[in-house]
C-alpha cells in the first residue's frame, strides 16, 4: 500500500467544534455516532465483509461523512453528486479504485491515500493513518463545512491535512508544474495568492522556471547550437598544438589514419608533450563547419515552435504555500473571510500613515518607479528588478518599512520613511540615487519622488498626485 507522507503531519493546535447559526445549512452527525467512523463508499456500497470494525457505512443522503473511499476508476468525479462543495473538499479520500491507469486529475491528485485493495484490513490500516485528519475535520466549526467561499474552504483543506499547497512536476501542462488541490479547489492557484495577501498562507521558494517569450510556456527543449548556423549537429574535438610551428587545429586536421601530421610543415607527431600537446577543445558543427570554443545555447518551444537564443527567455517562479497561524487561528475560529481582496500596499500605506499622524511625527514616502523605455530583453529586465529591489531594501535600516508593488506592468518600490521630513530626503536623493544604481550593469531608467503628508493624504483620499519627479 502506498500512501502520501502529507497524510501523517500534524497541526499544534486541535480545533474545536464552533457554534453554527441556526440559519447554516450544512450536513449533521448523531453525537452517538462520532465514536465511528464513518465512511462514505462511492460510487457503491461496501459488503459488510469489507468494513473495518469501529466504522459504518454512511448511506442517508446529507450526512457528512469522516472519510471518502473510491471504490472504481474515476469515481471521484461522483464526490461533488453526493457532498456539498465544502465537504467534497475537506474531507479526506481513500482510492481503493486498483487501478494505476485512471484519469490521473482525478484519482492521484484528489485522493489523500491509495490502497490497492479495498478489503478490511487495507481500509482499517488506511484510516489509521488518516486519523489525524480525521479528527480535524470532525473539530471544525460547522460554519466551515458549510461555507461558500472557495478561499475559506482552500484554507481548511489544507489545515486539516496539515500539509503545504505543494507544486508537482507534470509534463503533460504548459507550466510543467500543477497544484493536486486544484483538483479538489478549482482555481486554487489564485486563491492561494488572494490568501497570501490577506497573511493567512505564505509563499515558499519551489522552482523558478524558464518560459517561451511568445506563447510563456515552460515546456522548452533547450541545447547547444551553432553561433553560424543555429544547428544542434554539434561535436567536441581536441585541440592540437605541434610546438614545433605552432600549428594549432582541431584533432581532424591533424588526422591521417592512425598517424598524426602536421597540416603545415607535414612534419610527423610521435610523441605527446614533446611534439605536441592538446591545450583544449574546440566545438564543431558538422553542418556547417562552424568552429568555436564556446557554443550557443538555444531553444525551441514545445508548444508554439518559437525558436531562439535563452537571452529572450522569461522567468517564472514557481511558490508552494504554507498556512500561517493566522490561517490556523480563521479556520479554528470559522470567522468568515472579508467580501472583497483590499491592496495589500494600500492598506499598509493607510496604516503607515494613519500611525505617524496619531503620534504627530514628520513622515514621508519614497517612491521609485522603474521603467523599460528601451525595451530590453525581458528576462534581463525582470532580473534588474529584482537586483533593484534587493538593493532598495538594504539602503534602509530594516527598522524602515519597504514595499514591493506593480502597477500595471510597471514596478514600484516604495520606503515608509518615519520621522523624516520630505526635504532632509530630498537633500540626500542624489546619493540614494548614486547608490541603488552603480551596481547595476543595466541600468534602468528609475523616476523618484517623493511624498510629505499633505501628498499623501490626498493620494489615499482618492485624488491624484502631480508630484514631480526629482
Not at 53 to 61: D, N, P, S
Not at 72 to 90: F, G, Q
Request: hydrophobic share 35%.
Amino acid at each position: 500500500m502506498s500512501r502520501s507522507t502529507s497524510s501523517t503531519q500534524t497541526i499544534a493546535s486541535p480545533y474545536r467544534l464552533g457554534a453554527c447559526s441556526s440559519k447554516e445549512q450544512s450536513p449533521t452527525r448523531a453525537d452517538w455516532l462520532l465514536d465511528k467512523i464513518s465512511v462514505l463508499y462511492i460510487p457503491s456500497g461496501a459488503d459488510h465483509r469489507s468494513i473495518p470494525e469501529g466504522t459504518r457505512q454512511v448511506r442517508a443522503r446529507g450526512e457528512m461523512p469522516d472519510v471518502v473511499v473510491l471504490t472504481e476508476v474515476n469515481a471521484a468525479r461522483l464526490i461533488a453528486h453526493y457532498l456539498p462543495p465544502p465537504a467534497a473538499a475537506i474531507v479526506p479520500v481513500i482510492d481503493a479504485s486498483g487501478e494505476d491507469h485512471c484519469d490521473r486529475a482525478w484519482r492521484c491528485e484528489i485522493a489523500d491515500l491509495r490502497i490497492k485493495v479495498a478489503n478490511s484490513f487495507s481500509l482499517d490500516e488506511g484510516l489509521s493513518i488518516l486519523k489525524p485528519t480525521i479528527n480535524r475535520v470532525r473539530a471544525l466549526a460547522e460554519r466551515v463545512l458549510a461555507a461558500t467561499d472557495p478561499r475559506l474552504i482552500l484554507l481548511a483543506r489544507l489545515a486539516v491535512r496539515g500539509r503545504d499547497m505543494e507544486p508537482k512536476r507534470d509534463a503533460s501542462s504548459r507550466e510543467t508544474v500543477t497544484y493536486s488541490d486544484a483538483a479538489a479547489v478549482p482555481d486554487a492557484l489564485t486563491l492561494a495568492e488572494e490568501l497570501v495577501n490577506l497573511g493567512l498562507l505564505e509563499r515558499k521558494f519551489f522552482d523558478k522556471l524558464i518560459t517561451c517569450p511568445r506563447c510563456d510556456s515552460a515546456r522548452l527543449c533547450v541545447r547547444e547550437r551553432c553561433g553560424a548556423c543555429h544547428s544542434a549537429d554539434l561535436v567536441e574535438e581536441a585541440v592540437i598544438h605541434h610546438l614545433r610551428c605552432s600549428a594549432q587545429a582541431p584533432e581532424r586536421d591533424f588526422r591521417q589514419g592512425t598517424s598524426l601530421i602536421c597540416p603545415k610543415c607535414r612534419l610527423h607527431l610521435e610523441h605527446f608533450s614533446v611534439d605536441y600537446d592538446r591545450p583544449g577543445r574546440v566545438t564543431l558543427c558538422r553542418s556547417c563547419g562552424h568552429i568555436s570554443t564556446d557554443a550557443e545555447v538555444g531553444f525551441t518551444c514545445l508548444d508554439c515552435d518559437k525558436e531562439g537564443d535563452t537571452e529572450e527567455t522569461g522567468t517564472r517562479t514557481v511558490w508552494r504555500y504554507r498556512i500561517t497561524e493566522a490561517g490556523l487561528a480563521h479556520v479554528k475560529s470559522g470567522v468568515l473571510l472579508p467580501e472583497g481582496l483590499g491592496n495589500s500596499a494600500l492598506d499598509r500605506l493607510e496604516t503607515f500613515v494613519s500611525r505617524e499622524k496619531a503620534a504627530q511625527r514628520p513622515f514621508c514616502v519614497l517612491v521609485c518607479r522603474l521603467v523599460n523605455r528601451e525595451a530590453a530583453n525581458q528576462r534581463i529586465w525582470e532580473q534588474t528588478c529584482a537586483l533593484f529591489g534587493r538593493l532598495f531594501r538594504e539602503m534602509f535600516t530594516p527598522q524602515t518599512e519597504t514595499i514591493d508593488a506593480i502597477v500595471g506592468a510597471t514596478p514600484l518600490f516604495l520606503a515608509l520613511l518615519g520621522g523624516d521630513h520630505k526635504s532632509e530626503v530630498e537633500r540626500v536623493l542624489p546619493n540614494i540615487k548614486l547608490d541603488l544604481e552603480r551596481h547595476l550593469s543595466e541600468r534602468p531608467c528609475v523616476d523618484y519622488a517623493i511624498f510629505g503628508p499633505d501628498e499623501m493624504t490626498r493620494i489615499l483620499g482618492g485624488q491624484h498626485l502631480k508630484g514631480a519627479t526629482p
